[in-house]
């Protein structure tokens, strides 16, 4: 331990109440908690800290995730405490993900807000790391506003943009691209099942940097977490929708930080007091339970494969999202995972109803998922021609052709 902390800090609430952390995002400072602080600080006693070289922490640069974590913790038992809530948005997250994994008799409950388990583009990471080397910050800066929020926010607010940029030219570009290096690095999928801390995953339902795709595989693999997708929101929905955003962590938190140091320390209230006024969504953030969507993202690539799936996820955007949502809520997790079939007997009912509707594309998805759940070519083919009888030859005839070239590919 250094002798003077790395991590520059803010408390706020009560000394003798449970800890609660809040982890910033890349390129932001503790600052973008403002709207939450008023109400999280009534029961808990909150720590925010900046990233190496933003904010007020000192210019160091670190290279991994890990490192962050430890400067995280070197602070925290600075300041005596042993358990904590964490809520962290964007890279933050990503600390609390893995303070989590590391340390899970430390970490009572976890938020993640606009975060992921992996990279995504590990290229992209390390690329960008170089062009931050290579030319500053200031590209970074005009287009923060743009990356972490929605084109409405900022037509409707242009105030939000300066800010943001201000905030980026703050940064020391060595740190910046240091965490762009650990970005790259940072991949935690294989592990998520072994977070047992209670979980909320918020997810900007226009957020391009961490997409709701991501959201999914994160609540997909950690065992206790639900899903909450905010409306009108980008990558920092808890700055751009303060309100819901406030309100979905004062339920978590409620429900699953009731540990406090000191019994005197009185528990919060199940039922939060309001957030403060702004301008508020359309609608309420859609908040899913984990249990149809995860069992049914189980199921969907176990039967599909996961490259299908992925590149279905990968493609939802706001327009498609909530679909990606139904199919794999309602089709994958209350149908297929229903006691009265097995799956071969479900593979030949989608098999001869995709035939009679003509759905080829499908057809050929579904025959690949028959294979893997135990279908033999020999079945297949008495299959296809029960359709000929029931559905017509022309229909089967397609059928036949899809699956002659499906099956020659495997």
């Not at 995280?72 to 038992?77: I, K, N, P």
């Not at 309001?274 to 249990?291: F, L, Q």
Request: aromatic share 6%; net charge negative; hydrophobic share 45%.
């Amino acid at each position: 331990m250094t002798d003077v902390p790395l991590l520059n800090h803010r408390l706020d609430g009560p000394q003798d109440a449970p800890a609660l952390v809040l982890g910033p995002a890349l390129g932001t400072t503790s600052q973008i908690w403002q709207e939450q602080i008023a109400d999280l600080s009534r029961y808990w006693r909150v720590v925010r800290y900046d990233l190496p070289g933003h904010g007020g922490s000192l210019a160091h640069p670190t290279h991994t995730v890990e490192e962050v974590a430890v400067l995280v913790l070197e602070l925290l038992d600075r300041l005596g405490i042993e358990g904590f809530g964490y809520a962290g948005a964007g890279f933050g997250g990503s600390v609390g993900t893995l303070l989590a994994l590391s340390h899970p008799h430390r970490v009572v409950s976890l938020a993640l807000i606009g975060s992921s388990a992996g990279p995504g583009s590990p290229d992209a990471w390390r690329e960008h790391a170089l062009v931050v080397r290579a030319t500053g910050l200031e590209h970074e800066a005009r287009t923060a506003a743009s990356r972490w929020f929605t084109p409405r926010s900022l037509a409707e607010e242009p105030a939000l943009a300066e800010p943001c940029a201000h905030m980026v030219r703050t940064v020391d570009p060595a740190c910046y691209a240091a965490l762009c290096d650990a970005l790259g690095e940072h991949d935690l999928r294989d592990q998520l099942p072994a977070v047992i801390a209670p979980t909320l995953v918020i997810a900007g339902a226009e957020d391009t940097t961490a997409p709701p795709g991501a959201a999914r595989e994160l609540i997909a693999g950690i065992p206790d977490s639900r899903l909450a997708v905010v409306p009108n929101a980008a990558h920092l929905a808890n700055v751009e929708q303060p309100g819901p955003v406030t309100q979905l962590l004062l339920r978590h938190f409620a429900a699953t930080l009731r540990q406090a140091p000191s019994p005197a320390a009185p528990p919060p209230p199940v039922e939060p007091a309001p957030a403060p006024p702004r301008a508020a969504a359309d609608s309420e953030p859609v908040d899913y339970e984990r249990n149809a969507f995860a069992d049914g993202l189980k199921v969907r690539r176990e039967v599909l494969g996961d490259a299908h799936v992925d590149r279905a996820l990968s493609r939802a955007d706001d327009l498609t999202g909530e679909f990606q949502e139904f199919i794999t809520r309602y089709v994958w997790g209350e149908v297929w995972t229903r006691p009265g079939l097995d799956r071969r007997s479900r593979s030949i009912a989608t098999i001869t109803a995709l035939v009679a509707r003509g759905q080829l594309d499908e057809l050929a998805f579904h025959i690949r998922a028959g294979v893997r759940n135990g279908l033999t070519r020999d079945e297949i083919r008495e299959v296809l021609l029960q359709t000929a009888v029931y559905c017509g030859v022309p229909a089967a005839n397609s059928a036949f052709a899809v699956a002659q070239r499906v099956l020659a590919e495997d």
